[in-house]
């Protein structure tokens, strides 16, 4: 005897009975869900791998569209930081000379002026082409009423004198130059001698002192203002060496230049009525 399910093909039977289980397990699940709650939590922690591994090609391209873009993201920023990076240093540098060049500024401005009459602020602009010479140009001459015999100094103290004035640029003799001297005044002991460039900018020498004076190393040396050639009080620079000797009548002693003779950059030119009369050799 063949019933309704063995006339009908194989496939279609297995289809049949597939759907009568399906509506049995909708009823069973619809009428206790309780009993078959666990069974679905079951197959579904067993479906999760299939997933996965369904996923994993488009999950894949996805990660990797990501990676080649963050890669590319941190190349640019990387490369704009870079920029960043290097402009910041460029106006730091900007700066820092600004902020140095405003720091000797200031202390030009506000150094004390020990005679009457005004100052001009002025830049060293060159230097002699002799090396053997020390002397400097800097970028201020007769359109600004300079004169020779005016002294030049720094926020420090004296640098040297003017020798040759052009239109626009006039010639400074410093004080280490050999053809150089200037007479002195030491501060603690009022002893006054003459010092005398060597040819050396980190060294001047005081001449003619008897062995037997009364000076240190340490002591303060400044401008007598005699002669006429330099105005008094300015500091010259501080005794660095001083060596006595038995057999001789005069100590060597040297002088440190408290002015920067081999690196300024800007320098006061003196005004006063009391010019030297006397002017140093302008043929140089």
Known sequence: MQTLLTRQPPSVRSFILAVIVALVALFIHWRFPQLTQPVRDVLKAAYNP?????????????????????????RRENIALKAELLQAHVRLQKFSE????????????????????????????????????????MNKGKSEQLQEGQTVLDDKGIMGQIINVYPHSARVMLLSDKESSISVRVERTGMRAIVSGKGDYAELEMEYVPSSADIKIGDHVYSSGLGERYPAGYLVGTISKVQRHHSGEFAQIMVKPAAQLSSGHNVVVLFSQGLAREQPNASR
Do not use: C, F, K
């Open 98 to 137: 600004l902020s140095a060049e405003n720091t000797r500024l200031r202390g030009l401005v506000d150094a004390p002026l020990m005679i009457d009459g005004r100052v001009l602020i002025a830049e060293i602009i060159g230097v002699d082409s002799n090396p053997l010479n020390h002397i400097v140009i």
């Open 50 to 74: 299939i997933y996965a591994v369904a996923n994993y090609p488009m999950l894949s391209g996805d990660w990797l569209r990501l990676q080649i873009q963050s890669e590319q993201d941190l």
